[in-house]
Every structure is written in C-alpha cells, then in structure tokens.
C-alpha cells in the first residue's frame, strides 16, 4: 500500500535527522580547507527565539576552500505569527510571499542535509544557534559541531589589519574591507554566499599569519576576547 505522501515525507525528514546525528565531521585538527563546511543564513522575524521566527534560509556547501554553488540550497518558512512591518522592511518579505510556504517542520529536513557531514558557518553565531537549536529541538534533534562565527573571523582579521578591536562588524562591512561584493543585503541565500564568500577570505588571510584548523578557526571568539583582554578591555 502507499503512504500518504505526508506520512512519506515526516519518514523523509526522520531518515534525514538519522543521517546528520550519524555524519562524521571533520575533527578539531583537520586544516581548514580539508574540512567540510556550509555556510548559512535565517531571515527572521525578530531576534528573540522565545518569540520569532525563520521565515526563510539559504545553505551554501564549502568544500576545499571553494564555494559550491551548484549545491546551495534556500526557502521561504510560513510562520505561525502574523510578521511585523518592522521585520518586513529589513527583508521585504511579505505574508503574501509566505501563504503558500511550507511551516517549519516541512523545512527542517532540507536545513539538516545542506548542513549533515559539514561544520557551519554563519555570520553572528549567537542568533543563527538560538534559532537553529529550537527548530531542531522540536524535530527531537540537537545541533552538533562547532560553529565557526564570520565576524568573529572578521575582527581578528581586522585587529591584525588596523590594530584596533572593533565591537561589531556587520557582514557587509567585512566583505567591503575584504574587496568582496555583499549580496543581496537581507535576502537569505545572497547573505549565505556573501557569507561564504567571507568565510574563505578571511580563512585564507588568517592562514597566511599561522595555520588554521577547524578548532582554531571556532575558537574565534575566544582568540578576540584574548586580545581585548590583552588591550585591557
């Protein structure tokens, strides 16, 4: 008999889950162009996690230090909120865009294989986590691997560049002080390929200084509060 294709696709979406909890990732002292990696990017409705929601992703794959657009992947998210008019004119999103898109169950699934076997990248790691931990929480997933921070790599790099911390970096800044285009400001998948396309840049400089790993390069945070430390605040 067949399954009903919703039945179907929750099989899909479990068998998914199965296979990014059982993917091997790249281990610590794997140097960075060795290791596997997906860059990633939410737009959201706010900033609180208790409160917003994902209403639409964009995953790029890294693989050898190249950008991989062939594999990238996006989608919009119907949330189950009416979305301000405040979010909508950070991302332009509309609820005419999101009436017909999939909830966030149904889109859980694609997030997990763009981001099974791969370290992530994202730009401001405490947002993308909070979101990231409770959509796959209710999936009865938790979210593996480290997470290596775009900005964090921003202002080490910078740091060495100027010799001054910087507080904030937003990603478009970075990709300008890098030479690189920011696309699509907002929009998931140009802000996941700016991302990318950072993430590479700013790996390839830092390495230039001393080799990087997967464990240096998501130790980031730590190696900038080592220097505001060092500067004394």
């Not at 294989?113 to 409770?134: C, D, N, Y």
């Not at 910078?158 to 478009?172: F, N």
């Not at 950072?198 to 400089?205: D, E, P, R």
């Amino acid at each position: 008999m067949r399954l009903p294709s919703a039945l179907s696709e929750r099989r899909a979406a479990r068998d998914q889950a199965d296979a990014y909890v059982s993917a091997v990732l790249a281990h610590a002292r794997t140097a960075w162009r060795e290791a596997d990696w997906c860059a990633l990017d939410l737009e959201l409705t706010g900033l609180d996690p208790s409160e917003d929601e994902i209403i639409s992703f964009g995953a790029i794959p890294i693989q050898a230090g190249r950008v991989r657009l062939r594999g990238a992947v996006s989608g919009l998210v119907r949330p189950a909120r009416e979305i301000s008019e405040a979010s909508i004119r950070v991302h332009g999103i509309r609820a005419a865009d999101l009436a017909r898109a999939p909830s966030l169950p149904d889109i859980v699934g694609p997030i997990l294989q763009a981001m099974t076997g791969r370290i992530l990248v994202v730009h401001t790691a405490a947002v993308e986590r909070a979101f990231l931990r409770r959509a796959l929480r209710e999936e009865r997933v938790r979210l593996r691997g480290p997470i290596v921070d775009t900005e964090m790599l921003g202002r080490l790099w910078l740091h060495g560049r100027d010799g001054g911390l910087r507080r904030r970096v937003a990603l478009g800044e970075i990709a300008t002080a890098l030479g690189l285009p920011a696309d699509r400001p907002h929009d998931a998948l140009g802000d996941a390929l700016t991302t990318a396309q950072v993430f590479v840049a700013l790996a390839t400089h830092l390495d230039a200084v001393r080799p990087e790993t997967v464990g240096s390069l998501a130790r980031a945070g730590r190696r900038v509060d080592a220097v505001r430390m060092f500067q004394g605040g």
